[in-house]
């Protein structure tokens, strides 16, 4: 099976201006998370998805938002950038997001400048 | 109080020993258990997963909870250098508020010299 997949794998943005990540789920999962690493903060939960549904979100303001597609790849947006943003995004999926186990994509670093 | 902490580490042992890493959680109602192992400019690898008191053995890797406790281990015997990494103590609580949120601690850097 295929891991998760995350694109791009690198980007670089200017302060105010938005970004939109993309991670596809291992074939058959339905369940995506997302969490900011950062060196200071460590890893952060933002929110998790389900059938196209948002079940849960962390203490993240609402710059973050996300989506999830019919066949579970999930999109995650940050508006009005700020330096602080720069981060190495991570999606993570599991078959039903109860206590089953997460795998994570490669990430996405994120430069703000 | 962190919800979930680990020992500070650096841990340095030296290939061929046993590293153990340990992990204490604050809320009682916590119900899963993870390790993940993250090398430098890499994302989180799930190594161990454990649900109920008591010892899981993977290969080299066992991992140990005591819930009465709250606390999880993970020995790493017959340690060799390409285990050299971060090693992060992730926690799920039970309920609807903790669907697919996994709570980590800071990460303990192991480093196993030859």
Not at chain 1, 42 to 71: D, I
Not at chain 1, 95 to 105: A, K, T, V
Request: some cysteine.
């Amino acid at each position: 099976k295929a891991g998760v997949t995350q694109t791009p794998r690198y980007l670089i943005k200017t302060r105010g201006q938005q970004v939109t990540l993309s991670c596809s789920p291992i074939s058959g999962h339905r369940s995506v998370s997302w969490y900011q690493q950062t060196p200071g903060q460590g890893l952060q939960f933002l929110f998790e998805y389900f059938s196209e549904t948002q079940r849960n979100k962390g203490n993240f303001p609402g710059r973050f938002s996300g989506r999830q597609f019919s066949n579970s790849r999930s999109e995650m947006n940050v508006s009005t950038l700020e330096l602080g943003d720069s981060a190495l995004y991570l999606c993570a999926s599991s078959s039903r997001g109860g206590r089953d186990e997460q795998y994570f994509g490669p990430g996405t670093r994120l430069t703000v400048t | 109080q962190k919800e979930v902490e680990q020992n500070s580490g650096p841990l340095s042992v030296p290939e061929g020993a046993i590293a153990s890493l340990n992990c204490t959680y604050s809320d009682r109602v916590s119900q899963s258990f993870f390790w993940y192992r993250q090398y430098s400019g890499k994302s989180p690898e799930l190594i161990m997963s454990i649900y109920s008191n008591g010892d899981k053995e993977d290969g080299r890797f066992t991992a140990q909870l005591n819930k009465a406790s709250q606390y999880v281990s993970l020995l790493i015997r017959d340690s060799q250098p390409s285990d050299s990494a971060t090693y992060l103590c992730a926690v799920k609580a039970s309920g609807g508020t903790s669907y697919g949120k996994l709570t980590f601690g800071q990460g303990t850097i192991l480093t196993v010299h030859p």
